[in-house]
């Protein structure tokens, strides 16, 4: 199985900027175009939250649009983030029906495929930080329970204190309620997160928590306690995440094209 992952778009209307510097439209149109490029091809793509920038009506439809030619060729699934709204993400894709989710949350679980995919709403409605209630926690723990296959669990907000100080600051919500559920499961291969625009991997709850780059703009590296947000363009990515059988392997592959040449070249 291969599991494509693509993060934190924040699209905006085609012709606009994000932050009045980022054509975020144009960006996953491109992302869009390489996921479909790959040499093999994934069994389905799940993006991880932040889905619009300002979760209207018209970003939704932005986003539809673009992702259109990959719900053409696999299965599509989206995960709310910071920036997203339940509602108006559901208006958007009507045929989504496991967008509905559990107790008006947008989580639910995918059985289809040889990995289980278990997708989480981290959402705390007008706030940047993530949060898993009572409810959220003991759903998932409920849905690991009801299965021992492997599983990759999606989120938003990733559990994780990081380094990078204002994140960190809006990341998840006593990440140790998770950890401990996560814990009692150990058919749990990963935890896959967005929201930090940047590579980030560590253990976590028993198994690996892993951060997916945005598929638009990142936010810089600086380490600095208290450092302010800043953003650059390095290199837009996504994630491959691929079942070999036995183990979960996560790749990283950059969006822009380079050369490349083979061994009979």
Known sequence: MLLCQISDPH???????????????????????????????????????????????????????????IAARMPLYLAVGNHDDRDA????????????????????????????????????????????????????????????RPTIVAQHHPPLVTGLTIMDEMALEDPAAEAAILSKHPHVERVICGHYHRNIQARFGGTIASVCPSAAHQLMLTLVPGADIRFTFEPSEFHLHFWNGSQVITHTEVVEDFPSWGSRD
């Not at 869009?32 to 091809?41: H, M, N, W």
């Not at 107790?103 to 495929?113: A, E, K, L, S």
């Not at 040889?114 to 949060?131: K, Q, W």
């Open 11 to 69: 699209i905006v209307p085609r012709g606009r900027l994000a932050y009045g510097r980022i054509d975020t439209a144009s960006m996953l149109e491109r992302c869009v175009s390489k996921v479909l490029a790959l040499p093999r091809q994934p069994d389905a793509t799940v993006v991880t939250g932040d889905l619009t920038d300002h979760a209207t009506a018209e970003e939704y439809g932005t986003l539809r649009e673009l992702l259109a030619p």
């Open 89 to 148: 993400l559901r208006a958007a894709f009507p045929e989504h029906r496991h967008l509905a989710g559990e107790g008006g949350f947008v989580q639910y679980v995918v059985d289809d495929f040889p990995v289980r995919l278990i997708v989480l709403d981290t959402l705390i409605p007008g706030a940047p930080g993530g949060r898993l209630c009572a409810d959220r926690l003991r759903w998932l723990d409920q849905t690991l329970a009801a299965s021992r």
